[in-house]
Structure formats: C-alpha cells, structure tokens
C-alpha cells in the first residue's frame, strides 16, 4: 500500500497541472516553432519604407520643379529687363506738322510719327492704306485674317482695347475681372507692324478718301484731322434702340466695359445701402428690385448672373433678409425670352427661372422709367390694355440695336441707303453706293441686302437672251444663278427651280411674263431674312474681309508687276456667306445650346462646356490665363464685393 502512494500523489499532481494551467505558458523547445513565433512581422516596417522613399522622391521633385521654375523666371528677368534707349530715332517733318486740306482745312494725317522709326514700318509706308473703324469683333476679324506687308493698317477706335462682350454680364457681378476680357489693341496689331490712333470716326469725304477724326487734346478738349483711305472698312458697332421710350437715362446699358463697371457700383451700393438698419421695409424692397428689359440672351444672362451672385455670396456675407427681398424681373414684349432659339430651350429656360424665383413678365411692353419705377403694360383677356408699375433702383435696357452715329452720317451721305439700323451691303460686303471696292461694312453696323425686286431690270436684262420680254425656263434657270451670286441668302430658297417656275405661269405656257415675275422675287423677297446682329457673324465676316484683303494686295502686286488691270472682288473671292455654328446662352449654373438641328440643354456639365467655348473664343493666351485663374478664384474664394 506504502507503493502507491506516490503514483496517486503524482496522478493528482498531474491532473491539477492540466485543470490549472500556468499563468504565463511556456513554448515548446523547438527551434524552428520557436524563431517563427518569437520574430515580429517585417511587412508594416518594409511599408513605412516605402512611403518614406516616395516622400523623398515628391520632396525632391518638388525641390527640382522650384528650382527650375526660379532659374527660368530668373533667366527671363535677366534678359527681359535690359535698358532700351530710343535715341535720334527717326520721324518725318510731315508727321509732326501735317498739311491741311480737304472740305473743312483740316489736318491730313498722311505720315504718322512711328512710320519710319524701323525699316519695316518704312517699308510699309508705301503700300495701299487699310483704315479699319472700330475694335470689335468684326476688326479683329480682318486683323487675325490679314498678312504682314499686304497693307499700311491704321485702327481707328474710341477705346484703346478690344471687349469679350459675352462675359459682360459675369463681369457686371464679379464672376470674372474686367481686365480678364481685354486686350489691347495695340498688341493685336503689332504682328501687321499697324498703327492705332485713338479717336471717334464723325464723317467721310468719298470723294478724296478722307475719313474724318475726332481725337482728344492735352487739355481735355477735341481736334480733327483727316486721315487718308485706298480700303476703309466700317466695323463701329450699334448702339441700343430706344423704341420711343422715355426715360431710358435712367437705365443701364451691357455694350462696354464701362457699362460693366457702372453696373457692378449699382448692384453693391444697392446691397450696402439695404443691410442699414435706418433703411424703412419699403425701401429695401426697391434697392432690391432688379428690372431688366429685355429676354434675349443679354437680359437672360444678366438675371442669371445676379440669381448667382445672390444665392452664392449675399446668402454668405449679407444680412440673410437682403437675400429674402431680392425679386429679380424679366420684361419681354414677345411670348418667350430667347425667342431667337428653338422652342425647347425657350420653355428650358424659362422652367429653370421659375425653379430659381426669377420673375418673367411676357407680352409686355414698357412704357416708361424713371428713377424709382418701371412702368410696363400688357392686354388681358378682354384685350385691354393694363398698367403694371415696378419700384426699382436698377433697369437694364436691353432690346435691340440701332445706328451708330457715323453710321447714320454714312447712310445720310449715299443714295439709295433706306435702312434704318444699318448701312447696306452686297454680298461682297462692299458699301452700297459707295465706289466699289473701297468701302467695306460689317457687323452690327451693316446689313447683307436682300431686295431681291430691286435687281428686277438688271435680272431680266441678263436673262432674257431672245429679247422678247419673257422668260422661259432656260432663261430662268440662269436668272436663278444671277439672284444666288447677288444675293447667297436666296440659295435655300431656289431649290425647287422647275416647281417654282411651274408654279407663277400662270397661264401655262412654259414662260414667265414679267407680271407673273414680279411676284415670283416679291414672294422670294419677302422670305428672305437679315443675318442676326451677333458677334458671331461679326466674326466671320471680318475674317472674310480679311482674307479677301489679302488676296487682293497679293494679285494688285501682280498685275502692277505686269502692267495689268488690278483684280476686283468678284475675281479673286466668292461672296459672303454666313455658316451658323450654333447659339449658346448661361441660365445660371446652367447653359443652353441652339445648334440649328438640335438642341442641347443641361446644369453642370453644360455650363462647363459653355466656359469652353467661350475660353477657346478669348483673342490672346493671357485672357485665358486671367479668365481661368478669375474661374478658380470665384470656385474657392467667391466673387469679390469690394467696390472699386
């Protein structure tokens, strides 16, 4: 029994030991088990290295890229800023002490003081003379298009830099700077080695080819001088058409950088003055009130830009109850605004407005402004007429164009010049009435002719080959071709040349009496429409003045070099004819495109490409900078409301 004793001892030893294991085990004795389980993972240190290689590679770059970037702005210091001395440069005496002459005794600018300061201004001062009025669209056109040494080119314009008019309205609230949508003008022709006098075009002797100037003095006050012409093109513009109403000095207009500004000053001082404590309920709601008169694509890019500016910056850093008193009016005298493009993005538009609380008033005509109130009237359903009055502190007037003064002078001075807004052109562009091949018009200050009537004896004296006063459908058929080369417009309109023949003889046999072909072109007439005044079409017509121009100068070298004839429009370019790529407009945080066969609508991803189209359209690569670095300033900071 004394043997067993320890077997049990042992056994409840044993058991106590598995019951109860040891508060900090020990591993088995195996190298291999004990190596794997006692060295901690490598992966988180090999990661940590990983990140810390890459960072050093990112510092080091960056270092590089500075570095870089330092030595080239240095570089470019260095050889930019160099002293550049103008000494004895040379100036002919005429430039200084011009010789007077024409109607009036005036100064004729036939030598300006930087025509011999280098070889190649001498050079050019020999060659035709090119005096393009204006510093729009339309000129910039002719001067993107035109080769260096085919002209002497002077620019004649008011303003010292040409305008992106249509950023105007983002202008008007801060969405971008003023400076970021001009260039100067200068710069622009200092490619061609031109000249740019500043000063406003009055008249025109035809006769001498003088173009009239009015330039400003030292002290303040105005002088004329002639300048001398061989090719003037007229690209001045339109002012807005005041429809009879009165008051319209009350109202702001979106045409210039000026206006622009004075618009911005408005708008802020309306705000600051409604966030005072001292101003009555009644008087807020006026300082609020934004009346723009007009529904075409200014006017609704302008509400859509204070629409903005409202729910973007005043809701950030205005009083909260300046936002809830704002009320922003649309008048429009037709049925929809943006009536010039299709119906859906007219009914899009005016959806999105509604959604934002812009309040559209159609079918409404104003009737008076003052300086606290719209008036306006519209018919109800009994066709009477209703009186409508709103309280306002800012109107912008924006329905339609008119003429320029010197356009008005120009229509004044020709015959057979009976538009009202414009000055008529032919399809070359030329100036109707004017010596042909002399003067040139484009832009809102000019309009294609499309009377057909009044070619009707020149159409039937072509046509008619037999001479039997009739035509038939041969002598049609070249009467049509005569009607597409003096007016393109009329070409969508000719298709069908046998049914519309068919369709006026009347009397079935198989000719045209000129009673019955009269009003054939009366009907034809009657169907063709002037091209729209926008930059777009002011555009390419500048660029097709422009490489007609050139054209011209290269076969007049030609022809002097052989002794022949020089060349005249018709031979060296075919007639204008305007390709329409499309409207656009911004709704606010949104945008519309009218491409003539379909629509596109849309928010985001719209307004994007709107800012594309309009940054690929900028005249310079430092527009584009500006206007870019103003797109990500407005996105990050907000527009600014400090008034300047």
């Known amino acids: 029994m004394s043997t067993l004793r320890p077997v049990a001892g042992l056994a409840g030893r044993l058991s106590s030991s598995v019951i109860k294991p040891p508060l900090f085990p020990r591993y088995p004795r195996f190298p291999h088990f004990s190596s794997t389980l006692s060295t901690p993972p490598r992966r988180p240190f090999h990661r940590t290295r990983l990140v810390a290689r890459y960072a050093a590679y990112a510092c080091l770059s960056t270092a590089f890229g500075v570095f870089v970037i330092g030595t080239g702005i240095l570089l470019h210091d260095a050889f930019t800023y160099t002293e550049k001395h103008a000494n004895r440069v ?9 010789e007077s002459g024409g ?26 003379k090119l005096v393009i009025i204006g510093g729009g669209w339309g000129a910039m056109g002719v001067l993107d298009t035109l080769h260096v040494g085919d002209y002497h080119v002077t620019v004649v314009s008011s303003e010292t830099f040409t305008t992106f008019t249509p950023l105007l309205p983002s202008a008007a609230v801060g969405t971008v700077q003023v400076r970021s949508l001009v260039e100067p003008i200068r710069k622009i022709i200092a490619r061609l080695h031109g000249h740019f006098v500043q000063g406003k075009a009055v008249d025109l002797v035809m006769s001498e080819r003088l173009l009239e100037v009015e330039t400003k003095t030292y002290d303040g006050g105005t002088t004329n001088v002639y300048i001398p012409y061989d090719k003037l093109v007229i690209a001045v513009g339109s002012t807005s058409s005041t429809h009879g109403v009165p008051g319209l000095e009350n109202c702001f207009q979106l045409k210039t950088i000026a206006d622009a500004q004075a618009i911005r000053r408005r708008i ?48 950030r850093y205005f009083p909260k109850i300046c936002r809830e008193e704002v009320s922003i009016h649309v008048i429009q005298s037709r049925e929809h605004i943006l009536n010039t493009y299709s119906e859906a993005i007219s009914k899009y538009a005016e959806r999105k407005f509604k959604r934002d609380g812009v309040n559209l008033v159609t079918s409404a005509r104003v009737s008076a402004v003052d300086k606290e109130t719209v008036t306006y009237t519209t018919k109800d359903r009994d066709g009477k007429t209703v009186k409508h009055v709103i309280p306002t502190n800012f109107v912008l007037w924006s329905t339609g164009i008119a003429m320029n003064p010197f356009t008005k002078r120009v229509t004044d001075i020709l015959p057979n010049q009976v538009h009202k807004k414009a000055i008529v ?11 042909l091949g002399d003067i040139y018009a484009l832009g809102d200050s000019a309009t294609v002719e499309t009377s057909v009537v009044s070619h009707f004896m020149d159409l039937v004296e072509e046509a008619d080959k037999d001479n039997n006063g009739k035509i038939n459908f041969e002598e049609w058929k070249i009467m049509v071709k005569r009607i597409k080369a003096r007016i393109p417009m009329a070409e969508d309109h000719l298709i069908e040349v046998r049914a519309l023949f068919d369709m006026y003889d009347k009397d079935m046999d198989n000719n045209l009496s000129l ?26 017509q500048g660029k097709y003045i422009g490489k007609k121009l050139h054209k011209l100068a290269r076969r007049s070298q030609a022809a002097q070099l052989n002794n022949m004839r020089p060349p005249n429009d018709e031979e060296v370019c075919k007639p204008f004819r305007y390709l329409h790529l499309g409207s656009l407009a911004y709704i606010g945080n949104a945008a519309v495109f009218d491409l003539g066969g379909y629509s596109l609508m849309g928010g985001l991803a719209a307004m994007y490409a709107w800012r594309s189209i309009y940054w690929n359209e900028q005249v310079s690569a430092r527009t584009r900078g500006l206007l870019m670095t103003d797109w990500i300033i407005r996105g990050v900071w907000g527009r600014d409301l400090s008034r300047l």
């Not at 930087?114 to 060659?127: M, V």
């Not at 807020?284 to 007009?294: A, D, H, N, P």
């Open 268 to 315: 802020m001082d309306n705000f600051e003055m409604a966030s005072l404590p001292t101003i009555s309920p009644e008087e807020r709601k006026r300082l609020l009130s934004f009346v723009i008169c007009g529904g075409g694509p200014t006017g609704v890019e302008t509400a859509a830009e204070i629409d903005d500016f409202c729910q973007e910056d005043i809701m």
């Open 425 to 435: 052109v032919d399809a070359h562009l030329r100036v109707k009435g004017a010596p």
């Open 103 to 128: 109607p009036k005794n005036l100064p004729i600018v036939r030598v300006l003081v930087d025509d011999e300061e280098d070889e190649e201004n001498a050079r050019l001062a020999d060659k035709p």
């Open 90 to 98: 040379p100036i002919s005496p005429l430039a200084l002490h011009p």
């Open 515 to 540: 009673n019955e072909l009269v009003p054939l072109l009366q009907d034809l007439e009657k169907r063709l429409t002037a091209l729209p005044a926008t930059a777009q079409v002011a555009s390419q």
